[in-house]
């Protein structure tokens, strides 16, 4: 069945659960079937009875905002249902509100439960919010920066010292991924000033990103190649993967080392040493290209 097809059944069986009386509407009778009828439907949403039954029949193919905002309110659909309407007709979701910071509890037990990855939890804005220990100690602890130095777009964008980095192909797809979810975001979420002022100030304060933001850009996460240079235990090459959680629009970015490799070694002498130093070690410095190993500077909680 084509996406149409799915949007028309879906709409149908919608339809045919709520009763008159749900809607407001007189319950009438010589009823053959329960549910609202295609006048009735009609008369709530202000859409022609022609133009309903072609949606349910898949040949009305691009229902607008408006369209489908009239039919989640006739139709007494829950967020999920009305996330799912809009998905089904190719139409980005409307707006929660402000982008969403809990952390579920599945989540959290999932950050207890990986205690040989590093675990770090990010908004839809890229807001780093949680992290496990495993995190902390190889990427730096990231408990006091200010929150914005958290942002991993911010950090990204504005050059900020990291202990990662990546071939230009890399940062390239880096980038694309980052700036794509941030305009997801947007659509998602379009009531939160907070995220409308981050993207002006990169905008402002970046070119690159205001080069990628115009070009509206596409881009997805994949799992990507990161080098981490560590002050205690060197450099390590790691895989890291990024997870979309449902319902709450998390990202859950974790690092890996394939087996018997040394980085695999290196990830679990940082699991038992953690965020404690190395005896006669120089104060730990976050890394960036053409900055010197041995200068102590600020460590971003980036991913």
């Given at each position: ?115 040989g990855t590093p675990v770090g939890v990010h908004d839809a804005a ?18 006091a920066l200010p929150g914005r130095d958290r942002n991993a777009v ?145 460590v971003p909680g980036g991913r």
């Amino acid at each position: 069945m084509t996406r149409h097809g799915e949007l028309g059944t879906a709409l149908q069986r919608w339809r045919e659960r709520i009763a008159p009386a749900e809607a407001g509407l007189p319950a009438g009778g010589n009823r053959e079937a329960g549910g609202l009828r295609h006048e009735e439907l009609a008369r709530l949403t202000g859409l022609s009875v022609d133009y309903l039954v072609r949606l349910e029949e898949g040949r009305a193919t691009s229902p607008s905002v408006q369209v489908l905002t009239s039919l989640a309110r006739a139709l007494r659909l829950s967020e999920d249902e009305r996330r799912h309407l809009f998905l089904l007709a190719g139409q980005s979701p409307p707006g929660l509100g402000r982008v969403p910071e809990a952390v579920p509890p599945s989540v959290r037990r999932l950050l207890g439960r990986l205690t040989g990855t590093p675990v770090g939890v990010h908004d839809a804005a890229w807001n780093l919010i949680t992290w496990n220990p495993l995190w902390a100690a190889l990427l730096g602890n990231p408990s006091a920066l200010p929150g914005r130095d958290r942002n991993a777009v911010w950090q990204h964008f504005r050059g900020l010292p990291t202990r990662i980095s990546q071939t230009e192909e890399q940062e390239a797809r880096f980038e694309a991924a980052l700036v794509a979810d941030l305009r997801a975001a947007t659509a998602h979420y379009p009531t939160d000033v907070r995220l409308r002022f981050l993207i002006g100030e990169l905008r402002r304060v970046s070119g690159r990103f205001a080069g990628l933001w115009n070009s509206r850009i596409a881009g997805f996460h994949d799992t990507g190649v990161r080098t981490v240079h560590h002050p205690d235990v060197g450099q390590l090459t790691l895989d890291c993967d990024t997870l979309t959680v449902p319902g709450c629009d998390l990202r859950v970015s974790a690092y890996s080392a394939a087996p018997g490799t040394a980085a695999a070694d290196k990830l679990r002498l940082l699991d038992v040493i953690g965020t404690e130093r190395m005896p006669d070690r120089a104060p730990d410095p976050a890394w960036h290209p053409g900055q010197d190993p041995a200068s102590p500077d600020r460590v971003p909680g980036g991913r």
